[in-house]
């Protein structure tokens, strides 16, 4: 080879592109008109142990929605001996810009991590549904459970005005974060191989939100197990998660002031696949509980659920229904005084047709009903009113619908 061919050899050894991983992009751009109501709420005045009743009116609103639509960047490597580098950015396109969610126009980041993944399982970092959430999103028959209909309007919420409670920044000892649906950042968590038909996953946040200085750090513990066989058309599962020092309380009673917190969430729940028909349900139980409040504040709530979802498949698309019962919460008052909070119960109604129009799209057509008990303010995800605040407007029931048209790539 003469000198001047073997210059050129090293020199195209070294500005050649390398072989890179393969990027693939998908996403769901979920978009159509909502309609919206709220009944009048509660006479002002009325209260239990918890909460009193502000009055006002009803309302109602006419817009567009575009429940979770998102882009999602996937890369995977192959670094031998049967692991992978896994990456993941969603970014979040959901009424971006809107009065509803996001004035700036910023994008918002969903599921983002690094990590590996290989027979042993997956560890990864960053932000994401934890398994808990996941668990809730598996029995929901709604498109992605986060617009209207979904089960995130009851479960991993005690009422209140909470709903997709997403996020831990907001997690302080003025302010409090009582959601249980919610995406998780500063985050490092195991799933499970499947294990003939058992998986597992715990998660871990870190401590990174403190919000003042000598102020409490926020930290979650999420876990979960289920059964799902492969010949078997069931699965099982039970997840539970606790928050330490979300001062979830704050968002319930109104009072500050506590030094510390534990919150926690437990489930239990199924489905059952048969032809054509698929059912689900499950129970869950959210208690609060606030350190350091003087005597005469209430140190303690709980408050329990059960939601069931019904899914039939037909020719052109699928019939989908929803139930779900909030009882009445259960509270306890530092220095032992008595407490209650009836009437903080809800019942929630939800009907939908998914029809298919190719492979990649969909038209939606969705309704829901929320029936508030006098003082309860379970509410609808998507939906802004004229009243945002937690504490107001009790007892006010909330109708939607709405018509989507879903576009997957």
Not at 33 to 49: E, I
Not at 320 to 346: E, M, P, R
């Amino acid at each position: 080879m003469s000198k001047k061919l073997l210059v050129l050899a090293i020199a195209s050894a070294f500005v050649a592109p390398a072989a890179m991983a393969d990027v693939t992009i998908s996403g769901t751009i979920n978009m159509g008109p909502q309609y919206a109501s709220g009944t009048n709420p509660t006479a002002a005045g009325q209260s239990n142990s918890v909460v009193t009743s502000a009055g006002g009116q009803g309302w109602s609103t006419l817009g567009f929605t575009s429940n979770y639509s998102n882009v999602n960047l996937n890369s995977t490597e192959d670094i031998g001996d049967g692991n992978k580098v896994v990456f993941n950015a969603q970014l979040d396109f959901s009424n971006t810009g809107s009065t509803v969610h996001d004035t700036s126009g910023a994008l918002r980041q969903r599921n983002t991590f690094l990590g590996f993944e290989g027979g042993w399982g997956s560890l990864r970092m960053g932000i994401n549904e934890q398994i808990y959430e996941r668990y809730m999103y598996q029995s929901d028959v709604f498109d992605g459970a986060a617009g209207i209909g979904g089960n995130l309007q009851m479960l991993g919420s005690p009422g209140y005005g909470v709903v997709f409670d997403n996020g831990n920044g907001s997690c302080a000892q003025n302010a409090g974060c009582a959601g249980f649906y919610r995406r998780s950042g500063n985050s490092i968590w195991y799933d499970s191989p499947d294990i003939n038909g058992f998986t597992f996953g715990i998660a871990q946040g870190l401590n990174a939100y403190q919000s003042s200085a000598g102020g409490a750090k926020p930290t979650f513990t999420s876990m979960g197990v289920q059964y799902k066989p492969a010949d078997l058309p069931f699965f099982v599962n039970a997840a539970y998660e606790r928050h330490k020092d979300f001062f979830g309380l704050n968002v319930i009673t109104g009072t500050a002031g506590a030094s510390g917190s534990t919150d926690t969430g437990m489930q239990l729940g199924g489905g059952l696949m048969f032809g054509d028909m698929s059912l689900f349900a499950r129970y869950e139980q959210l208690k609060y509980k606030s350190d350091g409040l003087a005597t005469g504040n209430i140190n303690e709530y709980k408050r329990d659920a059960t939601w069931f979802g019904f899914k039939y498949n037909v020719s052109t698309g699928a019939i989908v229904a929803q139930f779900g019962i909030a009882n009445d919460g259960k509270c306890q008052i530092a220095g032992g005084a008595a407490c209650n909070a009836n009437d903080s119960g809800s019942t929630q109604y939800a009907l939908g047709y998914q029809h298919n129009l190719s492979k990649q799209t969909q038209l939606l057509f969705y309704g829901t009903l929320v029936n508030n008990d006098p003082l309860a303010r379970y509410v609808i995800a998507g939906v802004g009113t004229p009243t945002n605040a937690a504490r107001t407007n009790t007892g006010g029931d909330v109708r939607s619908i709405a018509i989507l048209v879903k576009h997957s790539f």
